[in-house]
């Protein structure tokens, strides 16, 4: 795998890696993005998807997404919106508060984002599109990036003209959920219509996305799209360790050692007190409930164990019961592999 060995930059900005943490709403906070990026591998990360307008009317939920600090970089901050100057502003604004990147948001599916002309309605559009993505490229200094999915539906498969139009008036890169809007989060990710993308394009990185959560998933990707770096997002969750695993991947041609209990562990306690120390113990105790699965999947804790972190309502108790955890040790063995089950929008399309 010689070639993503080579650096990789994403316009001036260098690129640690080429394996890429995508935003995923609700979860992708700092507390998360730092957790993983100390275990190692990570390339780029991406905020959760911030609403244009409310970064103008300085929501204060605007500020917790957008919060950064100088370990978390390079960062790309995440906005959405379809009007041209409150994008603009937008954009300034992010970079102002720390984006190495700031990356547009035309792939969201839901139907909340959509009805606004925001998210995939822009890839409907590719006049206003294009206007949008190269006004926001001359409102800041560094780099614009698009993500998209790869079109509204299948006779729509809009992707690989849009890509070439945002290279064309200075997108940095795009990042392709190989999905259409029509698709939501079922069925195969179409591989040949992430290819049709990096072919579209004269020289700027294509990201290929979607569906990714094991070495080989990922080295099917660069193989069958030729695509430059690759985005994760679910198999994140429920395997943290997976950009280091790439990363000795790409340099000795395997994983290396699996994570050992203690790490595992310990991974989840710095991303439960990362939460506490930046949105107090309420927050953190509700927003675990979220993420316990993931962890206790890799360590196996005993069911009353268990019980007791998904109630957790307190610092203290979560602290006793991770001594207990360690104590104990796995109750079963620690499965090599498993699914996220992470909440997608679902039923009727329209009705997200
Ligand atoms: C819960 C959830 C939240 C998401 N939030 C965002 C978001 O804020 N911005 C975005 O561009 N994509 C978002 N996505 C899409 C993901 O970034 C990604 O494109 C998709 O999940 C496919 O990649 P994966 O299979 O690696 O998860 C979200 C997906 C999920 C499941």
Do not use: A, K
């Given at each position: 795998m010689k070639s993503l060995r080579e650096p990789l930059s994403i316009g001036r900005v260098a690129i640690p890696s080429r394996f890429f943490l995508a935003p995923l709403a609700g979860y992708t906070s700092l507390a998360m993005r730092l957790t993983i990026r100390e275990r190692g591998g990570l390339g780029l990360a991406t905020t959760d998807l911030i609403n244009a307008r409310a970064i103008l009317e300085k929501r204060p939920r605007t500020f917790e997404l957008a919060e950064t600090c100088?370990?978390?970089?390079p960062l790309a901050i995440q906005i959405y919106g379809h009007v041209i100057d409150e994008m603009c502003r937008a954009a300034r604004w992010v970079v102002e508060h720390g984006a190495t990147i700031v990356d547009i948001n035309m792939?969201?599916?839901?139907n909340k984002v959509v009805k606004t002309g925001g998210g995939s309605a822009l890839m409907c559009q590719a006049d206003s599109a294009t206007r949008l993505v190269e006004a926001v490229v001359n409102a800041v200094e560094v780099p614009v990036t698009v993500k998209m999915r790869l079109g509204w539906d299948d006779a729509n498969l809009s992707a690989p003209a849009l890509a070439r139009s945002f290279e064309k008036v200075g997108a940095a890169a795009v990042i392709i959920h190989g999905r259409t809007r029509e698709q939501g989060f079922k069925g195969d990710v179409n591989r040949d219509g992430i290819k049709a993308v990096v072919d579209a394009v004269h020289s700027i990185p294509v990201v290929g996305n979607g569906d990714i959560r094991t070495l080989h998933d990922a080295e099917t990707m660069f193989r069958e799209t030729g695509c430059a770096a690759i985005s994760i997002g679910r198999g994140a969750l429920s395997n943290p360790f997976l950009f280091r695993q790439l990363a000795h991947w790409v340099e000795h041609g395997h994983p290396g050692p699996e994570p050992t209990f203690d790490e595992r562990v310990d991974t989840m306690v710095t991303h439960f007190h990362r939460l506490h120390e930046r949105r107090g113990e309420r927050h953190a105790c509700f927003q675990f409930r979220k993420i316990l699965k993931w962890y206790s999947h890799a360590i196996r804790p005993k069911k009353e164990l268990y019980h007791q972190l998904i109630n957790l309502d307190s610092i203290q108790i979560f602290d006793e019961t991770v001594e207990a955890i360690r104590e104990a040790g796995p109750s079963s063995p620690i499965p090599g592999h498993f699914e996220p089950k992470v909440p997608v929008p679902s039923g009727p399309i329209d009705k997200w």
């Open positions: 100088d370990e978390d970089r792939g969201c599916p839901v």
